[in-house]
């Protein structure tokens, strides 16, 4: 009997000494810099349609598609614009001929903006913004001839 007294004396001090109670705890650190930046991801190319005279290729006309460009700023001081390109990078003979292009955009998100001329800047807030961006190229003289085109949009985050 003392023996067992003994062992059961010995399990309970043993079971004491690593009793939670005893438990070290601390705090580990995470740290992070974010710096500033704004980030542009294009999400769908465009394509432009003719009008009805094939006098205009355009993303808003019927089978036109707009491009879906977003922009992640993490900084308080960027704006977006674009430039609409001079000419086609690929056209068949005559497509580049009496030409001018536009662009245009508008936006949703972190920063909201109507319908506006490329080449205007537009003050951006901090977050996501979808930015539908549409070109529009317009033979001032003939129409546009057969065959494949094609062009950049530039778009600014500066």
Known sequence: MRIAAALLLMMTASSALSS????ATTSVP??????STCVL???TPGVLAPNSD???LDSQEAGGTS?????????ASYSV????PSSFNVAPTGGNDNLTFEASYQGTGATTIGSTLGTVSTLLGLGLTTVT?????TKSTGVFPQGAYTTEVVVRCE
């Open 81 to 84: 614009s674009t430039d609409a």
């Open 41 to 43: 991801t294009v999400g």
């Open 30 to 35: 995470f740290t992070s810099t974010v710096l």
């Open 20 to 23: 939670p109670t005893d438990a």
């Open 54 to 56: 094939y006098t205009v």
């Open 67 to 75: 491009s879906i460009v977003t922009v992640t700023s993490t900084g």
């Open 133 to 137: 961006l549409d070109l529009k190229a």
